[in-house]
């Protein structure tokens, strides 16, 4: 079937790329029916690579009341294969997620790999490829070290600089600079969101003793990030079923439909790069607005879940996204309208700061907003959340991943 | 669905090693290449997809730095697999069927070169049970030759065959790494000799995809994708019939292969026994023409030889050397991972 007179106007390549002025009349709706996360933890012991992942799907299956053998596709992501020291676990790992017989893809694009996986399995099912889609994403950190496989030295190019945060912490004083933000905010996100995982049974960081003065007074590690606003190392996975209409008819619990979905990167240096607001990152909120017909995201959207591995990415992120215009992100988080009883929370599971199985951290974020269309987030509920963002970026900031969840199908 | 097109094809020549060359500056080359053959630029495609191993690269996120020559500013709608090329247009295409794209721009590449490659595949073996012995790509593919001829299915002159009539066809091919007429050589591990094991070398490729009549704009004949499928088996050698390929036959099912018969298959079949093997699941006769190009035992860039099978294939079509044909990519040890598209040119 081609598509007929759908187009928008050809050749218009604004910010926003020729892709975001595309209709797509053809697509089938994707609903979420099943959602499933391990326990995160620093080290499962208990379990293979395997094993881990296999605990997750499980989960998305029981959740979805469906059986390996209703699933016609798996999508898999995480990141680099250096972190668990396997090249292409996917293949290793066919058996455990019942693939055998089914197609098996791989996603990996960086640290926004887990929303780009979902990406993906969602695609197969609104191009009809597919019906109902297994998609998992994980990362078993403790098989090897995070920090030193993203720090292997390649010559002629500049080295990470011993992990993540010493290549984010100048962007984060380069937003403080510019925002003119006092410097308290980072832990106020911190607190919050340890805060909020305390409600989230299967958060890596269950800090009883938490405290603002705690967070406030832990080492500094790469300046101005603090221990306590930087995210943990952790095992764990998560899953999701993917299905078309009639799929969604039949779920059990009440499904999250997708009302849009987008990728957008950019190259990693180059002159004209902001590392505070990368222009990949408005441009994949501003597609993922339009598909999903949102004008005010402010007052539109309900709840959060954004990828903040160090606290500052918090205001960072909220101005990114167009929750507040430049300058005034800090703002919004130090009057509380991001905590979980606010008027716009963001990550009320906890987030990547108090979970990050990295590869699987942008899948979470994914999930925890279907849970909270769907109202099933327990104690971290947000009430009467409608529609919900879920957001991963990776690489230098130059990798984004993102969808938009609603409690009620697509219209058109 | 939608029609979706290969509407263009561009390759490296292959060579055992590119010392002299970057990633990025392997890549540039065919990725101007392709853009060129559509006069369309970066700017004018609506999402990218590439496939790479950072294991090859021997880095973590090494995938970003040939982003890079993409040229992808302003932003651009990009995704990456961890997977061969082949998987990469398998994204892309389905990406085109939401009808969210129009064109698609699709790269893969790998050095061998600079770690020993075996050893490297090692790598993508179970870790806990398996890959600890470090069992080579070759010593596994010879299991399953060796299986092939306790089954009665091939012997060591019919896979010389094999080898040599693939380096005979790669005399045509420029890009090829070994071309004409070569000796088989002696046992690397038997029964399989040098001339049944891929030679070791680096490479590129990128092809275009576009929908519709946009694909008729960009190209005189598009290589119509008609269907395409892609099915896995189990990782273990123990619990699989090495003689046979499942998952090759089932994705040419899926794929409508076997709707009518093809006239050229491109097969990415590293080793000359497993040509055998594909063969028979594809229910290819000898009336099909098997690797034009000589195939993956002319040149065997690692996570670029599939993407290579379905722009050869392509090729053959838009020169209006092929009607219909299929295409294959392979990952895994012994075959485990299939991927088949049928490609047709229109009525010439």
Redesign the interface.
């Given at each position: 079937m081609s598509r007929q007179g759908a187009a928008g106007p050809r050749g218009a390549a604004g910010p926003q790329g020729a892709a975001g002025s595309r209709s797509a009349a053809h697509k089938e709706p994707v609903a979420v029916v099943g959602i499933g996360q391990t326990h995160h933890v620093a080290a499962r012991h208990d379990v293979s690579i395997a094993g881990l992942v296999r605990e997750a799907a499980r989960r998305a299956l029981d959740d979805a009341q469906l059986t390996w053998s209703d699933i016609d596709a798996v999508v898999i992501g995480k990141a680099p294969d250096f972190f668990e020291g396997v090249m292409m676990p996917e293949l290793y790992l066919a058996d455990a997620l019942g693939a055998v017989g089914k197609p098996m893809m791989r996603v990996h694009t960086a640290g926004s790999v887990g929303g780009s996986t979902a990406l993906v399995a969602s695609n197969l099912v609104a191009a009809r490829v597919h019906r109902t889609v297994l998609t998992l994403a994980f990362e078993k950190q403790s098989e090897s070290n995070a920090m030193w496989g993203l720090s292997l030295p390649v010559p002629f190019q500049q080295p990470l600089l011993a992990g993540a945060g010493g290549f984010f912490a100048p962007h984060v004083r380069a937003y403080m600079r510019r925002a003119g933000a006092p410097d308290t905010v980072g832990s106020l996100v911190a607190y919050k969101d340890r805060r909020n995982a305390l409600k989230n049974p299967y958060a890596h960081l269950h800090e009883k003793d938490i405290t603002l003065e705690k967070v406030q007074a832990s080492p500094m590690l790469w300046d101005p990030i603090r221990y306590s606003e930087t995210c943990p190392s952790s095992d764990g996975a998560c899953a999701m079923v993917l299905t078309d209409r009639a799929g969604a008819a039949r779920s059990p619990q009440p499904p999250a439909w997708v009302h849009g979905g987008a990728m957008r990167s950019e190259p990693t240096l180059f002159a004209g790069k902001d590392f505070v607001s990368p222009q990949a990152g408005k441009d994949c909120a501003a597609d993922v607005y339009r598909q999903a017909g949102i004008t005010d995201p402010r007052r539109e959207i309900d709840a959060v879940e954004m990828y903040v591995p160090f606290s500052w990415y918090e205001p960072m992120w909220l101005e990114n996204l167009g929750f507040a215009a430049e300058g005034e992100g800090w703002k919004l988080t130090e009057s509380g309208v991001t905590e979980l009883d606010g008027d716009l929370p963001v990550n009320p599971s906890g987030g990547v700061l108090s979970t990050n199985p990295i590869g699987a951290s942008g899948m979470i974020r994914f999930a925890e907003a279907a849970l909270q269309v769907r109202g099933q987030a327990g104690e971290h509920q947000v009430d009467g959340a409608r529609k919900a963002l879920g957001h991963a970026y990776g690489g230098g900031s130059q990798f984004f991943s993102m969808w938009l969840v609603g409690s009620e199908p697509p219209t058109g | 669905?939608?029609?979706v097109a290969i509407v263009a094809f561009a390759q490296t020549d292959h060579r055992r090693s590119t010392d002299d060359l970057?990633e990025v500056e392997m890549v540039m080359p065919v990725l101007h290449g392709v853009l060129a053959q559509t006069g369309l630029k970066a700017?004018?495609i609506?999402?990218?997809c590439s496939g790479s191993?950072?294991?090859l690269a021997?880095?973590?996120?090494s995938?970003?730095?040939t982003?890079?020559g993409v040229?992808?500013?302003?932003?651009?709608?990009?995704?990456?697999?961890?997977?061969d090329g082949a998987?990469a247009l398998?994204?892309a295409w389905?990406?085109l069927?939401?009808?969210?794209?129009?064109t698609a721009l699709v790269y893969s590449y790998g050095k061998s070169s600079p770690g020993v490659v075996r050893d490297?595949?090692t790598?993508?073996?179970?870790?806990?049970y398996v890959?600890p012995l470090w069992p080579d790509s070759v010593a596994l593919a010879a299991l399953q030759a060796q299986a092939l001829i306790d089954a009665g299915d091939t012997g060591e002159p019919a896979l010389a065959e094999i080898a040599a009539r693939s380096r005979g066809a790669a005399a045509d091919n420029p890009h090829a790494q070994l071309r004409g007429a070569r000796p088989q050589g002696g046992y690397v591990v038997q029964p399989l000799r040098t001339g049944d094991c891929p030679p070791v070398g680096d490479g590129a490729a990128a092809v275009v995809l576009a929908?519709?009549?946009r694909a008729r704009e960009l190209c005189g004949r598009p290589a119509w994708i008609r269907g395409m499928?892609?099915?896995?088996?189990?990782?273990?050698l123990g619990v699989r019939d090495l003689t046979d390929s499942?998952?090759a036959r089932?994705a040419a099912e899926r794929a409508g292969a076997f709707e009518r018969p093809v006239d050229t298959a491109e097969l990415h079949a590293p080793f000359s026994s497993q040509e055998v093997v594909l063969r028979k699941a594809l229910d290819l006769g000898d009336d099909v023409r098997v690797n034009p190009s000589g195939g993956a035992l002319a040149a065997n860039p690692v996570m670029a030889a599939g993407l290579i099978r379905l722009g050869e294939a392509a090729a053959r079509i838009h020169r209006g050397e092929s009607d219909r044909a299929l295409a294959h990519a392979t990952?895994?040890?012994c075959l485990?991972?299939n991927l088949v598209a049928v490609l047709e040119g229109e009525a010439q």
């Open positions: - | 669905m939608r029609e970057s700017s004018d609506d999402f990218t191993s950072d294991y021997g880095r973590a996120f995938f970003t730095m982003l890079d040229g992808a500013w302003p932003p651009i709608s990009e995704s990456h697999v961890e997977m998987w398998y994204e389905v990406k069927l939401t009808g969210e794209a129009d490297v595949l790598r993508q073996l179970d870790p806990y890959a929908a519709g009549d499928d892609h099915r896995i088996e189990a990782h273990s499942p998952s089932l990952s895994g040890p485990q991972q």
